[in-house]
């Protein structure tokens, strides 16, 4: 009689067979990411489109950026400008408006962090968690939104400020550049409300915060009145406040005066906000997200 013995060879315990993973296939794991910067702007791009849907189908969302900059264009003029500028309405006009330019559209910025908070409190970013997208994605994509509300925002105050009598002194490449520098400046500092919203508990607590660091940089500026009329104190700190620079330069550009040494400063304060918010942004976003 012959005995056939039959060898049964097993796995070590734990082990699991390997599977070739093909481009896009999405494993246990989650989705594939691979891609490189062109594909992750793209990415970025079409998540841009989608809060621009969401901007259209929540109109009361746009407020601060069409009736807010309206009311307070004609609140300053009609009711503080005679004051001001010695009785003459049209004179103070044409000094607010530009500094109006350039702070709205830098701190139009503020609502981006809300907006972020909000989408990971209602379980959004766990959506795009799942998608085979670049992991930045929907934050690049969220500040390049960012982008069509400082247009609105600019459209709607120099065409209302135009209709109240302000006249642009310069020329319209001047006031291109204006523009230019005043979005180019928000971008930089929406990072900080970036930081914000992803670090506070609440989208009400990013409001919150984000006025407090607003307030003293809008109303402590030049914006409003010259600093020259301040006290000394107030003076030091108008005159060394990023928002004072960047609306030297929009007047500048704007109705005339001096722009090289307040550009410098601006530029000097843009790379500052993205080389020290940024990474902080972006750290705070991994962990959250």
């Known amino acids: 009689m012959t005995t056939t013995t039959t060898t049964t060879l097993t796995k070590p315990a734990g082990t699991t067979p390997r599977h ?5 296939h999405v494993l246990a794991d989650g989705p594939s990411r691979a891609g490189g910067p062109f594909a992750t702007l793209t990415q970025a791009l079409v998540l841009a489109q989608r809060s621009l849907i ?4 929540t109109p009361e969302a746009l407020i601060d950026v069409t009736l807010q900059p309206v009311i ?32 709205l559209i830098a701190l139009a910025s503020v609502s981006i962090g809300q907006n972020l908070n909000q989408d990971i409190e ?17 934050l690049v994509g969220a500040v390049l939104a960012d982008i069509v509300r400082y247009l609105i925002l600019f459209g709607m105050t120099m065409g209302v400020g135009t209709l109240m009598g302000f006249r642009v002194q310069t020329n319209a ?7 230019g520098i005043s979005m180019a400046f928000a971008l930089c500092f929406c990072w900080i409300s970036v930081f914000v919203g992803m670090i506070a508990r609440t989208s009400g607590a990013v409001q919150g915060i984000m006025f407090l660091l607003v307030m ?29 620079h960047l609306v030297s330069v929009v007047r500048g550009l704007m109705v005339g005066g001096p722009v ?8 000097a304060w843009m790379a500052g906000m993205l080389v020290v918010f ?9 962990r959250r997200a």
Not at 174 to 179: E, F, N, P, R
């Open 278 to 286: 940024v990474p902080l942004a972006l750290r705070a976003y991994r």
């Open 122 to 138: 209602k379980g959004v970013f766990d959506r795009f968690r799942s998608l085979p997208i670049a992991r930045s994605a929907p």
């Open 54 to 57: 969401k901007m259209r189908r």
């Open 173 to 179: 490449l001047a006031v291109i550049a204006a523009l």
């Open 260 to 267: 090289a040494v307040h550009l410098w400063w601006t530029l």
């Open 72 to 103: 307070f264009l004609a609140l300053f003029t009609y009711i503080f400008g005679g004051a001001i500028a010695g009785g003459s309405q049209a004179t103070y006009l044409q000094f607010l408006l530009p500094g109006m330019v350039g702070q």
């Open 216 to 244: 003293p940089l809008s109303f402590g500026s030049n914006v409003f009145v010259s600093s020259s009329t301040m006290p000394g104190w107030m003076q030091a700190f108008a005159n060394n406040n990023p928002i004072s």
């Open 20 to 24: 070739p993973r093909r481009p896009g």
